[in-house]
């Protein structure tokens, strides 16, 4: 069985790295990616504290990830909609240059 220091460690890779991609890109879609990579960390470090529970399992753990997958589905699919119709209106998906046509 997996420590919870390995699922823990890498969870906070996955965080790190989804922030790193929100940080640094510059493309709309790379920073949808991004939110999501943080997503999976953040579920993965909610299961991996539902499963080593004194060595029971708890399922509410796991019932809240699972509604957190499909909220992180939603958020997903709203937020690659939003990328859509920003490159139907403005034929970029560069960050940088929508912020420079704001005024």
């Not at 999501?36 to 809240?64: C, W």
């Not at 909609?81 to 046509?101: F, P």
Request: net charge positive; with cysteine; proline share 1%.
């Amino acid at each position: 069985m997996i420590e919870l220091n390995v699922t823990l460690a890498g969870a906070m890779a996955l965080i790190i790295l989804g922030f790193y991609c929100i940080a640094v890109k510059r493309n709309m879609i790379k920073i949808v990616i991004g939110v999501e990579i943080m997503t999976n960390g953040a579920i993965m470090a909610l299961v991996s504290f539902g499963s080593f529970n004194n060595g029971q399992i708890d399922p509410m753990m796991h019932s809240l990830a699972i509604m957190s997958i499909t909220v992180a589905g939603c958020v997903a699919a709203v937020g690659l909609a939003l990328v859509i119709q920003v490159y139907r209106h403005y034929k970029t998906l560069d960050v940088r240059e929508l912020r420079r046509l704001r005024w």
